[in-house]
């Protein structure tokens, strides 16, 4: 009954470096969304996914890659980390409630030196 | 998230109301939300109300909806300690499928 999780809780990675950052939820949603969130910018989304095998990009995709061959796992890949990918990343999932509440996992806080 | 714009920060006094002000600029906005982030812990949904209203009352929590101006606020009354928190303004739009765009959040601190 774990919801929504993220690992790496924290991580530490060089510039330069391929990093993928895990989420996994355990209630079958269709739509789950990569965030990144910074002092001043709030969130910000970076990819999104409708179902299996269905992506699309955000408000910041560059430098980040995604995939989702199984519904419940949405990976996020750093293909070659920059400092200014410094941040805390989150992951929501999003299921059939008619509000569209979207919930959330505990984040990953990145940094690339 | 530069289209739902909200202040970066909130003073209040233990025991007094809290009122944290949003605006958006779609106006096909359909839900609207608040979000309530804790230290070091993702976002939770705090209330939502839907478009056609123009205000939603739970517990300490109002929210008020000026759709002529695209006002949004939250008042939570008799402000504690455990109501410290990054406060997120959201809209869904009508064209954009499932996803949310949130404003940059309101740290509410509260003194004694």
């Known amino acids: 009954d774990a919801g929504i999780t993220q690992s790496p809780r924290y991580k530490i990675t060089e510039t330069g470096r391929q990093v993928t950052l895990m989420c996994h939820q355990t209630?079958?949603?269709?739509?789950m969304f990569w965030y990144r969130q910074d002092l001043g910018h709030g969130l910000r989304l970076i990819y999104y996914?409708?179902?299996?095998?269905?992506?699309d990009k955000g408000e910041v995709p560059d430098g980040y890659v995604v995939s989702r061959s199984k519904t419940e796992n949405f990976p996020l890949t750093l293909e070659s980390a920059t400092r200014s990918q410094t941040s805390v990343y989150f992951c929501?999932?999003?299921?059939?409630?008619?509000?569209?509440?979207?919930?959330f996992g505990p984040g990953t806080r990145l940094t690339v030196t | 998230g530069e289209d739902v714009e909200q202040s970066l920060f909130l003073s209040v006094r233990e025991g007094d109301s809290s009122v944290i002000n949003c605006t958006y600029t779609d106006s096909s906005s359909t839900y609207l939300y608040w979000y309530k982030q804790e230290p070091g812990a993702g976002l939770q949904l705090l209330t939502y109300?839907?478009?056609?209203?123009d205000m939603k009352q739970d517990q300490r929590l109002t929210v008020l909806l000026n759709k002529k101006d695209k006002h949004l606020s939250l008042r939570i009354a008799d402000t504690q300690t455990g109501d410290s928190a990054i406060y997120f303004c959201?809209?869904?739009?009508?064209?954009?499928?499932?996803?949310?765009?949130f404003g940059s959040g309101t740290r509410l601190s509260i003194r004694p």
């Open positions: 109300i839907f478009s056609n209203m």
């Open positions: 959201a809209e869904k739009r009508y064209s954009s499928a499932s996803k949310i765009i």
């Open positions: 929501a999932s999003t299921g059939t409630e008619v509000s569209y509440e979207q919930y």
């Open positions: 996914s409708a179902a299996a095998d269905i992506t």
């Open positions: 209630w079958s949603h269709s739509y």
